[in-house]
């Protein structure tokens, strides 16, 4: 009965989905077709219902099929607040304005009948293989026949470059050794793929990994987008490199637009704005602290902000 009921609600799920121009892909469908989305927002206005006190003010912008997005700025910015807000959750006691659309088409809790939610701490089992644990989860989160399944897995253990350690144990920090950070962090992305969304969202994929492993995820979730999907993406202070593997940047600073583009313009509009990189300098360094809310210098920091929030507002 329990799974007559969940098949239902994911069938109805879908139905509502396709109103708003998405088609999810179908049951057995091969891994890389998805239907494009373009997910875009529009003067998003978020408030603390008992207080009034702002998070977010008036924050627009848009994500294509192909594009890898990233949400940047420094803790308080204003990052999850935007996340929570694709996704309909966590508003609770929050005043919410302004539109989310997916084709064009408002939309509001349906979003998850067609994206992924890759969270910044996955709760695996760790006492099972890489492969055991991606299959229980297909069970758990697929519609598909065994066999189908069973493919699924396989293809996606291949597209997420986890094949050599598929049978490998996960592992529990400090009890048992097993997969890298890097893998468990690919391993959370392949739980998402399952459902082969169109839309991807994670939060702070990079964060406790070495340059190293956190330039491995990007390209990986580059890759995912190149087949067609559109990934948006929460940041803290990546490296360098990392930055300009980006395709568009949304720079968040006391909640509102300091930046939205692609790296390079970022920088650009930084110089023009007196605040140049220097050379051999990590510009998302420079980006965060120039926005930063310093203590004892908040009046100072505050200004500085606003004028350049300002700046591209008017610009």
Not at 14 to 31: D, F, H, M, N, W
Not at 123 to 145: D, H, K, N
Not at 269 to 284: I, K, R
């Amino acid at each position: 009965m329990e799974q007559s009921d969940e098949r239902a609600s994911l069938i109805s799920s879908r139905t509502q989905a396709s109103c708003y121009g998405v088609i999810p892909v179908k049951e057995g469908a091969v891994l890389d077709t998805v239907e494009p989305v373009t997910l875009s927002w529009k003067d998003i206005r978020i408030s603390v219902v008992q207080s009034g006190r702002l998070l977010l003010y008036g924050v627009s912008g848009f994500a294509k099929p192909g594009q890898v997005v990233a949400l940047m700025g420094a803790s308080g910015a204003g990052k999850t607040t935007l996340l929570n807000r694709f996704l309909a959750r966590n508003l609770k006691g929050l005043e919410v304005e302004g539109s989310v659309l997916v084709n064009g088409n408002e939309i509001g809790r349906q979003i998850t009948a067609i994206s992924g939610y890759a969270q910044q701490e996955e709760m695996f089992i760790g006492t099972l293989t890489v492969r055991e644990y991606l299959s229980i989860q297909a069970v758990l989160r697929t519609t598909l026949p065994k066999k189908q399944r069973e493919s699924r897995v396989g293809a996606i253990l291949s597209e997420l470059g986890l094949t050599k350690c598929q049978h490998t144990r996960i592992g529990i920090v400090g009890v048992r050794k097993g997969i890298s950070g890097g893998e468990a962090r690919r391993l959370t992305f392949a739980c998402e793929m399952l459902s082969n969304p169109a839309l991807l969202f994670c939060d702070e994929p990079t964060t406790g990994l070495d340059s190293f492993m956190a330039e491995n995820v990007v390209t990986v979730l580059s890759n995912l987008a190149k087949g067609g999907r559109t990934v948006v993406c929460t940041i803290h202070q990546p490296a360098s490199q990392l930055f300009l593997m980006f395709d568009r940047v949304m720079l968040l600073a006391s909640g509102r637009t300091a930046f939205f583009g692609t790296p390079k313009d970022c920088i650009k509009f930084f110089d023009d704005c007196g605040y140049p990189c220097p050379h051999n300098y990590n510009p998302a360094d420079l980006l965060i602290h120039t926005l930063a809310i310093i203590p004892n210098e908040e009046e100072a920091c505050r200004v500085r902000v606003n004028q350049i929030c300002d700046a591209f507002q008017n610009g």
